[in-house]
Nanobody, 124 residues
């Protein structure tokens, strides 16, 4: 089975930056598309960014375009989410997920494996 582990979350001031990492453990997910999602307390999980297995295609939620960048290093079995110009409304638990079909999806139902999440808190 594919296991995904997120790291890099923390507490930052508005305007600051964080880089999240999603590393596969136990089995490589390098052939799968990977997405980042986030969920704030009391709200539904929402799509943030996605990347094809090769890294050749990326897609973003409108709320993070120009501020967040998704990338991957398959040799390290890791997908990154660089978050700049963070806002209070970015506060959430961030999850990475893998899509076996290597699609171009912003829907959580298309992703097959999920990490445990990492907390990002932005102080206003």
């Amino acid at each position: 089975q594919v296991q995904l582990v997120e790291s890099g979350g923390g507490l930052v001031q508005a305007g600051g930056s964080l880089r999240l990492s999603c590393t596969s453990s136990g089995r490589s997910a390098s052939n799968y598309a990977t997405g980042w999602f986030r969920q704030a307390p009391g709200l539904e999980r929402e799509f943030v960014a996605g990347i094809k297995s090769s890294g050749g295609g990326t897609w973003y939620a409108g709320s993070v375009k120009g501020r967040f960048t998704i990338s991957r290093d398959n040799a390290k079995k890791t997908v990154y989410l660089q978050m700049n110009s963070l806002k209070f409304e970015d506060t959430a638990v961030y999850y990475c997920a893998a899509d076996r079909e290597n699609g171009v999806s912003a829907s959580s139902s298309d992703y097959d494996y999920w990490g445990q999440g990492t907390q990002v808190t932005v102080s206003s």
